[in-house]
């Protein structure tokens, strides 16, 4: 029973009460494993977010029917991903969750929104400027040749998630900053009639300067993940050059790995 005049408890109650935890007492796998399995699900998809408190061990432990320190190690294993975190005198609170994107044609917009991440996206650069050497190889195009230049800083919960820069052929769709921060750029070139069909991509890591990492909330030397891209419509024209930064501590790249027949 909640005590009134207890902010903790009271935002405590409707967090957990949203969550049916099915912990199967007879199976081989550890009952903490399960609990930190359910409760990462819950935040990944939205039904758990930032600013949720669970309260804690001892609430935990009577609300779920488990030991203290099952409770306790299911915790501290979300909590070492950065999932979690515990306050003195308020309990355990739902930090962030971590994006999980699948390795396909699909862009940061359509795969935030699809789990429930609530997208946000924040236009810093948006001009028409000659396209580097770089820029003109990746889109097949003459060096010094007009592109678009764009930089987005997108977010999901309130918290910065990557660094977004991108060039496209100049009068390829209508890049107006409003309907930038309003959608996906994947989206805007659907609904724009250009079929997106495949593209040539690279992911790699470094570290983040000091100003990556005040842009990303993050510390100066944290871990980012890099992404290149270069998409091209059905017709095979290239129609995007994108190079991508993301928080390693809040992202991650999944992959489906086939055996050779």
């Keep these: 029973m909640a005590r009134t005049g207890d902010p903790a408890r009271a935002v405590t109650a409707p967090a957990l009460d949203r969550l049916d935890f099915a912990l199967d007492r007879s199976s081989p796998v550890p009952l903490y494993h399960q609990l930190a399995r359910q409760l ?18 001892i609430d935990l ?52 929104q699809a789990a429930g991440q609530g997208p946000y996206t924040r236009v810093v650069r948006n001009e028409t400027v000659p396209a580097s050497a770089e820029v003109a190889a990746a889109l097949g195009i003459a060096e010094g040749a007009e592109v678009t230049a764009l930089e987005r800083l997108r977010g999901t919960h309130g918290q910065p998630v990557a660094i977004l820069c991108n060039h496209l052929p ?20 659907r609904s724009d009639g250009i079929v997106l069909h495949s593209a040539r991509q690279s992911v790699g890591a470094r570290t983040a300067t000091a100003e ?25 024209r290239a129609v995007e050059f994108g190079t991508h930064l993301y928080r390693a501590s809040r992202y991650a790249f999944d992959f489906q790995l086939l055996v050779r027949p």
């Design 61 to 112: 432990s009577v609300r779920l029917g488990l030991s203290r320190p099952t409770v306790r190690q299911a915790i501290q294993s979300l909590v070492d991903k950065g999932l979690l975190v515990r306050r003195r005198g308020v309990g355990t609170q739902v930090v962030h969750s971590r994006v999980r994107r699948p390795l396909e044609l699909s862009s940061l917009y359509d795969d935030l």
């Design 40 to 57: 990462e699900a819950a935040i990944e998809h939205g039904v758990l977010t930032p600013g949720n408190l669970l309260g804690n061990e």
């Design 170 to 189: 100049a009068g390829l769709l209508d890049l107006a900053t409003d309907r930038l921060e309003s959608t996906g750029l994947y989206r805007m070139m």
């Design 212 to 236: 990556e990492a005040a842009r990303l909330d993050e510390q100066a030397g944290a871990a980012l993940l890099t992404m290149r891209r270069t998409a091209y419509d059905d017709t095979g």
